[in-house]
């Protein structure tokens, strides 16, 4: 059952994105509630380098971070719970910019970089798909989504930004 945490935001617990059913189990709890802004923030980061790269581990990641949100957009749009306008955000990384990777910071972590970058595509696709809908579709840097929460929310504290490198 949703629970409200916050009037208008509403959790449902016990959900795994990187189950083919997950959209279905959310579309379900819903029970018929439009929603005018949907957050997407799924991941996982395994480590690895080019002398020991894991299939497996590199399918959960691309799974997660970027095949599992088509399916979540795809449950939500088929139930038409995705009122107009409304906005779905996917929170994603800058280690999915292609333009961002430099021979200086190296190469590794193929699955991550590459699911994000998988991500931030499928998000350009979806906001094509949706466009007509009056659905947005945004990719949100964690940090920046960091950042406008918490000035949203009016609260004062004191955090570090780090790149996932540190």
């Known amino acids: 059952m949703p629970a409200t945490i916050v009037i208008g935001v509403t959790?449902?617990?016990?959900?795994?994105?990187?189950?083919?059913?997950?959209?279905?189990?959310?579309?379900?709890?819903?029970?018929?509630t439009k929603l005018d802004l949907v957050i997407i923030n799924a991941g996982v980061f395994k480590k690895e380098t080019l002398d020991n790269p894991n299939f497996a581990d590199e399918l959960e990641m691309y799974k997660i971070v970027s095949?599992?949100?088509?399916?979540?957009?795809?449950?939500?749009?088929?139930?038409d719970l995705l009122s107009s306008p409304s906005k779905l955000i996917l929170v994603t990384t800058e280690g999915g910019s292609i333009s961002l990777r430099?021979?200086?910071?190296?190469?590794?972590?193929?699955?991550?970089?590459?699911?994000k970058a998988?991500?931030?595509?499928?998000?350009?696709?979806?906001?094509?798909?949706?466009?007509?809908?009056?659905?947005?579709?945004?990719?949100?840097?964690?940090r920046f989504l960091a950042r406008l929460l918490i000035s949203s929310l009016y609260l004062?504290?004191?955090?570090?930004?780090?790149?996932?490198?540190d």
């Open 67 to 79: 095949v599992a949100p088509v399916f979540l957009a795809h449950h939500l749009y088929k139930a």
């Open 11 to 32: 959790v449902i617990h016990g959900i795994d994105i990187g189950e083919e059913n997950a959209g279905y189990k959310i579309v379900q709890a819903l029970e018929g």
């Open 102 to 115: 430099t021979k200086e910071e190296g190469g590794g972590n193929y699955g991550h970089h590459g699911s």
């Open 156 to 165: 004062s504290v004191s955090c570090t930004d780090r790149f996932y490198e």
């Open 118 to 142: 998988a991500a931030n595509m499928v998000g350009k696709l979806l906001a094509n798909d949706l466009y007509e809908l009056g659905v947005t579709v945004a990719m949100i840097h964690v």
